[in-house]
């Protein structure tokens, strides 16, 4: 949203560094501008990698055994299967060429010296830049201390022209004619200017706030006032101002420029992590001395004040705070000891949050239930984690990771969940009507991710649970998993007859969720079990009352299972139909497990209607997303996976092997969002793979060529590059050499052929 200033010697020197070792960490004090300038660096380096850089923010993550999960969400690792997250993460980024930035890593040193190293043992084309206050001490590590923003030498006399330049000085400059359009760096102000810039010892954080200041009051003033904060600080010895100090020292300040109602909200947000919205802010921080009605105006003060960040990317506005304000906050909230009673409402807003998910689940709006639900997962994970270890507030926990099931199962976050539930069964040991649905929701996971014994396991307690406390609910939804694990373990009939027990029981406690979920999980088993008119009338069930609900998800996965039905029966056109009818679906679920059975019976179906060559893309296709889910098709069962076996033999022997082969591997880059394109026929091709080593350039040859294909000027080029035009003529000159053309029109379409 705003213009990097400066930085061109030091992005020069931190990509020399990247040229010399496969992990670069830039350290500094916060406010030096670490992440900005490593979003530079991935800007001006990331296009000579042949896959796209990937950004891991840490900054929201508070619990050290969370680092390896969020590290896989950036990545795109889907949470679907029961293996370590680190080997999750090592499968994905294996024969990647990329380059991946950590960032704000500084409270979570030990996970991710063991993530990195795992990463870089297990993909040798992999450069990773970490950002931090410290640095992560382990072998070949190349660290780049980031300094300051460059300042004005100690003067008594400046002029404008001559300290315009300097990074600091335009910094400031630029940031306050965002907000006060007129203003000038001029003879007249340049040496408050000079001063201010210095006092701040050049740390763009404290620029950024000062500026702010300066909309009602000049540079003079605030020079002033900052003087005398620092002196206080610093026992009057102006010469010993630490840079972190120093940032201190301004945050303190724009503290007591806040009314004292700004000061408690100010304290009070810092209980959410990651962002939040206005609704939750209201619910939260509006109580005693702050009405709820009273947030917005606050909230808009802080905004004013440049502590609160504004992010427009979503429908509704989220806020958020840049992690030294909310550690200010943090403290401040601390030392009034409010801490609990602010941990205590964040977890109820976001347990009710929960809540409300699975009461609105069957709705028109179930998309937008699990979008809310994905933007506030920071959120959730911070209030289930304070429940866990807070005495007295397992129970809660329990019923919290319970109402969450649908964000753990179709929002892709298995082991999130699965880990949660598990510690809310460590800790709740009593036979309570909290820890059977505890064990049927881990059950329901577990199956998901392969882990069938596990989920044997607990749906046995369960079952017993069931039996000791008379809950005939609670075996309701023990036969309910039970049949889907009987279903998976290739007992069909006995699938069938615990489908429909728990069916019944779901139907007579009106719960029309666990009605659909266990219909289309029925009208599996009579597919398998050869019940082909009777498992396509239980598919006619679920549209009918999902369609009633306007409800979708279980609308997609009936629609999955009367494509497989229609395979079975040799109506290829009816199973085609089907299948892209629920791809379309997910194309705003982002079900992962759906979209992946999807494509692969797009798959069986295309080999019956003799098209082996689509039949083996599509498995390739699949396969991409099958990757991305951390499991296989293997996981759903004996007969689903004998079916893929069948289909996938049948195009193989009609392709030979080498031809399958080709064709089936996973198109290298290929993201979900192309796989579903491709399946549905919007996207004709598949991404072509690039080969750099059979090219003639070189790694920087080719980064220049690719500039030039853009439209670029060797002056742009070089601008782009921070290298000297020379530099730039003589690279495009050997360019047209190694490639035999005469013109850059030529050079473009080179780059073009080679995926450029």
């Known amino acids: 949203m705003t213009s990097f200033v400066g930085r061109r010697h030091e992005l020069d020197a931190a990509r020399s560094c990247l040229q010399q070792s496969r992990l670069v960490s830039l350290v500094g004090p916060g406010g030096v501008g670490k992440t900005r300038f490593a979003e530079e660096l991935v800007d001006r380096t990331g296009r000579v990698f042949r896959d796209a850089p990937a950004w891991i923010d840490l900054a929201p993550v508070g619990d050290p055994g969370a680092a390896a999960a969020a590290a896989a969400a950036a990545l795109g690792v889907t949470d679907q299967s029961s293996k370590p997250v680190v080997d999750k993460l090592t499968d994905r980024v294996r024969g990647r060429q990329m380059l991946i930035v950590i960032d704000n890593c500084e409270h979570l040193l030990s996970p991710v010296v063991e993530l990195v190293a795992a990463i870089l043992a297990a993909a040798p084309e992999i450069r990773i830049v970490t950002t931090s206050r410290e640095p992560l001490r382990i072998a070949g590590e190349q660290i780049y201390d980031l300094p300051p923003l460059s300042l004005p030498e100690h003067s008594e006399h400046y002029r404008a022209a001559e300290v315009a330049h300097f990074e600091a000085v335009s910094l400031l400059v630029e940031r306050v004619r965002s907000t006060v359009s007129d203003f000038e760096l001029t003879d007249a102000n340049v040496i408050a200017v000079v001063q201010l810039c210095r006092r701040l010892d050049g740390i763009p954080l404290a620029i950024e706030l000062a500026a702010a200041k300066l909309r009602l009051l000049s540079p003079a003033q605030l020079v002033e006032r900052l003087d005398r904060r620092f002196a206080l600080l610093t026992g009057g010895d102006r010469s010993a101002l630490p840079r972190q100090q120093t940032l201190r020292a301004l945050v303190d300040w724009s503290y007591e420029l806040c009314s004292g109602p700004e000061r408690s909200l100010w304290a009070r947000l810092s209980v959410f992590a990651g962002g939040f919205d206005l609704d939750a802010a209201e619910a939260v921080c509006g109580f005693g001395d702050i009405r709820s009605g009273d947030v917005l105006d606050l909230l808009d003060r802080l905004i004013a004040k440049s502590l609160v960040i504004v992010d427009r990317s979503s429908d509704p506005v989220r806020y958020n705070q840049l992690m030294t304000v909310r550690e200010y906050g943090s403290e401040l909230l601390e030392a009034a000891g409010d801490t609990d009673i602010l941990c205590l409402r964040h977890r109820d807003h976001f347990a009710a949050l929960a809540s409300t998910s699975v009461r609105h689940w069957c709705g028109p709006d179930q998309s937008g239930v699990l979008a809310q639900l994905r933007g506030d997962h920071a959120n959730l994970m911070a209030a289930l984690d304070w429940s866990l270890r807070t005495a007295g507030e397992v129970p809660v926990a329990a019923e919290f990771a319970v109402a969450l099931r649908y964000h753990w199962i179709a929002g892709g976050y298995l082991s999130y969940g699965r880990r949660r539930v598990e510690q809310v069964l460590d800790h709740l040991a009593d036979p309570v009507r909290e820890r059977g649905d505890a064990l049927w929701v881990a059950a329901w996971i577990a199956l998901i991710q392969g882990d069938h014994d596990a989920a044997h ?3 046995a307690e369960c079952s017993s649970l069931a039996t000791a406390l008379g809950d005939v609910t609670l075996r309701a939804h023990a036969d309910h998993w039970r049949g889907l694990h009987e279903l998976f373990s290739g007992h069909t009939a006995h699938a069938i007859t615990l489908f429909h027990a728990a069916i019944a029981v779901h139907r007579d406690n009106d719960d029309t969720a666990s009605v659909l979920t266990a219909e289309f999980q029925l009208a599996m088993a009579q597919c398998y079990e050869g019940l082909h008119d009777e498992a396509l009338a239980t598919c006619s069930r679920v549209f009918e009352l999902a369609d009633r609900y306007g409800e979708k998800w279980n609308h997609a996965y009936a629609l999955w299972v009367s494509a497989l039905v229609h395979v079975h029966r040799g109506d290829t056109t009816a199973a085609v139909d089907a299948s892209q009818q629920a791809l379309r679906i997910q194309q705003h679920y982002k079900d992962k497990i759906c979209t992946a059975l999807s ?18 893309r599509l498995f390739g296709v699949a396969a991409v997303v099958w990757t991305r889910l951390g499991t296989t098709v293997g996981a759903f069962g004996p007969h689903t996976t004998d079916d893929s076996h069948a289909a996938r033999d049948a195009a193989r022997n009609s392709l030979g092997d080498s031809t399958f082969d080709k064709l089936s591997s ?9 796989a579903v394109s491709f399946a549905l026929g919007e996207q004709p091709s598949l991404p072509v ?9 070189t790694k920087r040859e080719f980064e220049i060529a690719r500039l030039v294909a853009d439209g670029m000027s060797n002056r742009a080029v070089a601008d782009k590059l921070v290298i000297s035009p020379r530099t730039v003529d003589g690279h495009v000159e050997r360019i047209l050499a190694k490639l035999g053309v005469t013109s850059r029109t030529r050079i473009a379409t080179w780059v073009t052929a080679h995926n450029g």
Do not use: F
Request: no cysteine.
């Open 457 to 459: 396991r607990y749906l």
């Open 599 to 616: 494509i692969e019976v797009l798959a069986w179906a295309a080999v019956a209607r003799a098209d082996a060559e689509l039949s083996a």
């Open 666 to 674: 996973p198109p290298e880059g290929m993201t979900i969002t192309q």
């Open 689 to 697: 793979r690039v080969v750099k080593d059979t090219s003639p350039l």
